[in-house]
């Protein structure tokens, strides 16, 4: 076989589209703002380690696959840094990387004046 006859199949990983917005999410019975990257494009099946996402150096507190596994939200308590790609694995094992551009910039982020009373606010 020649190298020229080879086919590469298309890369299914440029399907995945992220929605970052901050969010409030009720952590231990008190409201909590929350950086909330969701994926959607891929299957994130459910396994038995904890699933996680990471933006450069910061990883997500929680994620959340959906009952169908056609998306995973992934909740952080740091703000994101500008980043090329963002990684989900299981336990401490990267499953894909996914070229997604991270840019804290255009993070829809929350009227800081209609929290709930007492809503920690890492950011």
């Given amino acids: 076989m020649k190298a020229s006859e080879l086919i590469r199949m298309p890369d299914p990983r440029v399907n995945v589209r992220a929605e970052i917005h901050e969010v409030v999410r009720d952590l231990g ?7 909330r990257l969701k ?3 891929w299957y994130f099946p459910h396994r ?3 699933p996680f996402m990471a933006v450069g150096e910061v990883v997500s507190q929680r ?7 056609l998306s995973a939200q992934g909740y952080f308590n740091q703000l994101l840094p500008p980043a ?4 989900f694995g299981y ?3 990267i499953q ?3 070229n997604i551009a991270i840019d804290p910039r255009t993070i829809v982020r929350l009227d800081r ?3 709930p009373p007492g809503a920690i606010d890492p950011f």
């Fill in 91 to 93: 336990g401490k094992v």
């Fill in 63 to 69: 994620v959340i696959i959906s009952r169908d596994g």
């Fill in 113 to 115: 004046l209609r929290l």
């Fill in 84 to 87: 090329k790609s963002v990684s």
């Fill in 29 to 35: 019975g008190r409201p909590h703002v929350f950086v």
């Fill in 48 to 50: 038995a380690p904890e």
């Fill in 39 to 41: 994926l959607t494009g």
């Fill in 96 to 98: 894909w990387d996914f």
